[in-house]
């Protein structure tokens, strides 16, 4: 924790209430696109598509088409919950071989796997797994959309058109990655100043400097007009297959065919007199699930601030059995965090908690140059050591840290998730349990102080809780603490939207700098 950093400045940021649909993203823009969409009519996936593919544009290193995710849809005609997982797989010509050990230690970025040489398994074109964020937008419309799917992707297209507009945390975020984006000339040409240089903004003066993502635009484009089906089977798909060869990577015309968004039965978890639907299989979701299963026998005291070494105890139990059975996914606590979330819901009650990823912050660190698109590092999520439940191989699904929920208590319905990591869980596992034990509406929820705890042997907290439980949290593990603020993010980074019924409520975590919740208020 820095001694230099204020001790009496607060921040915070306001509930967005309404009696209509409310969009939650980490980019207000992104919300603006998905509150125009329910504006328009269309349905909380409508929003949901639009909101997605502008943070694809305007968070590029966090999220894109060729990444992946998941996400819980709420119907409320029916009042059925659906899961939509859209995660990766390693390419099938994958070679186990081409990621020896280095016998250098631990590597250093998200994961505390045994380092691969020259870190092939995190950057470079090696490290790129088969995308299917793009399919899990479109299968999510093709079910309940509304609105043409074109009219959804145009915003997206507008904003790449325009180019994404450099301020003070574009600049910090690509600044703290200019070593490794200079690594790939179409990644230097794109994000860095000459190719070579941060990009610097004035801190007295509004700056005019811009991203030309023209190719991206007309790759958006070509998906506005053809579907999902550009690239997973088109000529679109094909480049990107063929860059990525032509870097050293492995991705292939039939991995992208192949690849699919699945809907799966959620998992329904039982919490007291409340009710939650989270993804099955290879997320956090099975992890969201034994916290609460563990939260639930325990007795929590009447405040809230009390309730901290349950929830402690809570996660501990849970990543001990998700490092067992799963494979270890604990990081470093100071590594940034690498996905968006965004929650939508529409004024008839549906809702969609929708996570999307590159996994590392700007992914591979690698531009496609034929379609404009950061590629994801998703080999990176498996263990390079063989003979471990989350080993490398070829056609594996990777194991991810996405937690979208959807829950319902006391009359309310609410959709919630998180970008960070291995942070995720404990972000939402928190909120669930200010929303659900201790009825707190969603701004509060979103401002109270919260722990971390991972899987790593220790315990990060918010440095502003009571002497007393940071004393009774040191009991349980080693303790870090860690003060709110808009850079580094030491938690998890939530995004969440609420219905009462008679009014709807929207909130993002208060110390991100773009992030907002938009309502779609008639003009």
């Not at 950093?5 to 209430?17: A, D, F, Q, Y």
């Amino acid at each position: 924790m820095s001694d230099a950093l204020s001790r009496t400045m607060e921040i915070r940021k306001h509930v967005v209430e309404t009696d209509r649909g409310v969009v939650a993203s980490q980019h207000r823009q992104a919300s603006e696109a998905g509150a125009d969409v329910l504006r328009a009519g269309g349905d909380a996936v409508d929003a949901a598509v639009a909101c997605g593919f502008v943070c694809s544009v305007l968070e590029p290193w966090m999220s894109g088409p060729a990444g992946g995710g998941a996400a819980m849809h709420w119907r409320a005609d029916t009042g059925t919950a659906h899961a939509l997982n859209f995660g990766m797989r390693s390419p099938a010509a994958l070679r186990i071989e081409d990621f020896p050990l280095s016998g250098e230690g631990i590597a250093g970025d998200l994961f505390p796997w045994d380092r691969v040489v020259e870190d092939r398994n995190i950057m470079g074109a090696k490290a790129v797994a088969v995308p299917a964020m793009v399919d899990g937008h479109a299968t999510a419309h093709e079910r309940w959309g509304k609105m043409p799917w074109a009219d959804l992707l145009a915003p997206a297209i507008a904003h790449a058109r325009q180019g994404m507009a450099i301020d003070w945390y574009a600049s910090l975020i690509i600044a703290s990655a200019t070593r490794d984006l200079a690594r790939d000339p179409d990644a230097a040409a794109l994000f860095l100043l000459d190719g070579h240089w941060p990009r610097p903004v004035s801190w007295t003066a509004q700056t005019t400097d811009r991203i030309d993502q023209s190719r991206m635009a007309d790759s958006l484009d070509i998906i506005a007009r053809d579907g999902a089906a550009a690239l997973h089977g088109g000529d679109l798909g094909r480049a990107l297959a063929q860059d990525v060869r032509d870097k050293g990577g492995y991705l292939s015309d039939a991995d992208l065919s192949d690849a699919c968004a699945e809907f799966h039965t959620p998992l329904t978890v039982p919490y007291r007199d409340a009710l939650f639907h989270v993804m099955p299989g290879l997320t956090a979701g099975p992890t969201f699930a034994k916290t609460m299963a563990h939260l639930a026998q325990s007795h929590l005291p009447a405040d809230p601030d009390q309730a901290y070494p349950a929830y402690a105890r809570a996660l501990q139990a849970a990543y001990e059995h998700r490092i067992n059975h799963m494979g270890h996914d604990g990081e470093p606590s100071d590594t940034p965090g690498c996905t968006t979330h965004f929650s939508v819901v529409d004024s008839d009650g549906n809702m969609v908690a929708h996570t999307q990823t590159l996994l590392s912050i700007f992914g591979a660190r690698v531009v496609s140059p034929s379609t404009g698109f950061l590629l994801n590092n998703g080999i990176m999520w498996f263990d390079p050591v063989q003979g471990r439940p989350n080993s490398l191989g070829p056609g594996k699904t990777c194991l991810m840290n996405v937690c979208p929920v959807l829950g319902q208590a006391q009359g309310t319905r609410f959709a919630l998730g998180a970008s960070g990591g291995r942070k995720i869980v404990a972000a939402v596992a928190q909120l669930a349990s200010f929303l659900t034990d201790y009825e707190l509406g969603l701004e509060d929820a979103f401002h109270r102080p919260r722990i971390d705890v991972s899987g790593a042997g220790a315990i990060t907290a918010n440095a502003t809780l009571p002497e007393p439980v940071l004393t009774a949290l040191k009991r349980i593990a080693p303790l870090g603490m860690a003060r709110p603020s808009m850079l580094p993010y030491s938690f998890a980074c939530p995004a969440g939207v609420l219905d009462t019924g008679r009014a709807r409520f929207g909130m993002t975590e208060p110390t991100t700098a773009w992030g907002d919740a938009v309502a779609a208020q008639s003009d």
